[in-house]
């Protein structure tokens, strides 16, 4: 990276990083509570041959949402991978550019995903569909990837504009 990462500033930029910190931590307690569950449910086949009942579908289900829930940090710490193999002889002002696109891009294609998953939870839930052995209501695993997608599109313009301040100020 040419420019390292400069944390949030004002309100906005504030408010976006604690959302985003806020929905990243969650996954994380998401993230344990799946581990526990799953060393839980291994022990359980090993010693009593009883696993927990729907550990597949619950361990599917949490690491999709969680997942979901941790881009949004990553997108505002800048911690996506990237490929400079192209833009290694690049001016700073070019890099800028593409950062800016690509944020755009992100932007674009995060709030589509929301908006599409939102739909497709709507019909989950209109349908009634379970999972097979616990029957849980599948659509609640979408609940938090809406709004997950949607501050990773928030995430990626307030990323957006501080490439654009940054290339008005160099």
């Known amino acids: 990276m040419d420019q390292p990462y400069v944390a949030p500033t004002g309100p906005v ?3 976006i990083e604690w959302a985003c910190a806020a929905m990243a931590i969650l ?3 998401m993230f344990c509570i ?3 569950m799953s060393v839980v449910s291994v022990v359980g086949r090993a010693t009593i041959g009883e696993p927990v009942p729907g550990d597949y579908e619950l361990v599917q289900m949490l690491s999709a949402m969680g997942i979901a829930m941790c ?3 990553c997108q505002l710490k800048k911690g996506h991978v990237f490929v400079d193999f192209f833009t290694l002889w690049a001016l700073a002002g070019l890099k800028r550019l593409l950062d800016s696109i690509a944020a755009l891009l992100m932007a674009f294609c995060a709030f589509v995903l929301a908006w599409r998953i ?3 939870m709507l019909e989950m839930r209109e349908y009634g569909e379970t999972s ?3 029957s849980l209501p599948v659509w609640w ?3 938090p990837v809406v709004p997950a997608f949607v501050l990773l599109g928030i995430a990626a ?5 501080q490439e654009l301040r940054s290339g008005a100020a160099a």
């Open 13 to 15: 930029g504030k408010s």
């Open 27 to 29: 996954a994380g307690v």
């Open 34 to 36: 799946e581990s526990v």
């Open 71 to 73: 881009l949004p940090y």
């Open 118 to 120: 939102w739909e497709g």
């Open 132 to 134: 097979m052995v616990i």
């Open 141 to 143: 695993g979408y609940v």
């Open 157 to 161: 313009l307030y990323h957006l504009v």
